[in-house]
């Protein structure tokens, strides 16, 4: 089992093991290598999944401006792997690929409009360290979203940063989701201050 990431991949047994594999292989096509990394403590990788599938069951904001948020996290992070897997995701619940595929380059395309482009902000200022979130930013999305929606917002950013460093930090990288099931490659990233 060769491998790329910084800590090394394990087998994935037992019998929750067994059906994780399964899942992931209906889901995905194959087990992330990432999946294999994070076995080594298999209650931190089910209580980190079982988190992330709650996530996507909250409600009070749009799911496309939902997913722009977590994308545009993963983006700032510079998580491939989360981009790319949600990307993914983007096309597999039928949402806009073509918005999805500009996310990594958001504030030089058109194709956003000024709530999708303010989610996208506040979730960058999230990543930032320190925090670049200003009142002005919530003040304008208490506006668009409401305070559930924000609480939403800031949350999924939150769980995003998460995942997306961790991922980072392990070298868990992209395993070209996108690329598999024929969709065009993201925009490359680009500069801005």
Known sequence: ???TTRVPRTRITGPYGALLKVAMRKMLGGVPEGAE???HHPRVFKDM???GGRTEKWDRMDRSLASLATMAAAAEVGCSFCLDLHYFMTHDK???EAKAREVPRWRESAMFTPVERRV???AEAMCHTPVTVTDDMTAALLE????AGVLELTARVGVMN???????ALGIRSQEYATTCGLPPLASRGAHT
């Not at 668009?144 to 305070?147: E, K, N, V």
């Open 1 to 3: 089992m060769t491998s």
């Open 94 to 96: 039928g949402l806009d």
């Open 144 to 147: 668009d979203l409401g305070a």
């Open 162 to 168: 998460l995942t997306a460093r961790a991922n980072v």
């Open 37 to 39: 990394v994070m076995w």
């Open 120 to 122: 996208m902000e506040y």
């Open 49 to 51: 999944m079982r988190f």
